[in-house]
Structure formats: C-alpha cells, structure tokens
C-alpha cells in the first residue's frame, strides 16, 4: 500500500450517485464554485468533474441545446418586471431585487419534473 502525499488529505471516494447528489446541490445552492467547494469541502476541478457529467447525463451538454420561442411584451404597469409563461399557461414571474439563488433552485427543481 502506498501512503497519501504528505500535506495532501486523501480524497473521498464518491459513487456516482453521491457525485450527482453533490452536483445538483452545487446547482441549486447559487454559490459561486469557490464558496461551495470551500463549504463542503470538494476540490474545485473535482466538482467541475461531477457537474460536467450531471450535464451530460440530463442531456443539458454538447449539441442537445433546444431554442424556445420568445415574445417580448409591452410593460403593464407595477406587476413582474421578468414573466416566463409556460406550456398550460403556467407563469414564473420575478420582481425588481428578487433573490437569484431561489429563481435558480426553483429552476432547478422544474427540470427535474
């Protein structure tokens, strides 16, 4: 058996469920990838690894981009200042100062459904 290198923690072996688990939670924890890597303790090129393959696997890499239809509308007064409608009329609208992190998590969340 060889030893770690000294000053260098041995790296935690992770399944590819635990990497997709750590993936998904850097995705909707609207960190930057410093701040997560440094809260959960994952290197940086590691995590990149992980997200890179998440990507893959839901079929958001390389070539599998879809273009969606958009219409910019007139203002309407004091209401959202960003509305995304979607298919079945179903709306997500933000507001001026809205928190990015939650936009991104609720985002996250609807394309897992």
């Not at 958001?60 to 273009?67: A, D, I, R, V």
Request: proline share 4%; aromatic share 4%.
């Amino acid at each position: 058996m060889t030893e770690p290198q000294a000053g260098r923690p041995r790296q935690r072996h992770r399944s590819r469920a635990e990497a997709n688990q750590v993936a998904a939670e850097f995705e909707a924890s609207g960190l930057t990838r410093q701040e997560f890597c440094s809260l959960k303790s994952v290197p940086m090129k590691t995590l990149a690894r992980y997200v890179a393959r998440l990507r893959r696997e839901q079929g958001g890499g390389g070539g599998s981009q879809q273009w969606v239809a958009v219409e910019v509308a007139e203002p309407r007064g004091p209401g959202a200042e960003l509305a995304v409608v979607l298919a079945g009329g179903r709306r997500i609208e933000v507001k001026r100062g809205f928190d990015a992190g939650t936009l991104r998590q609720l985002v996250t969340a609807l394309e897992r459904v």
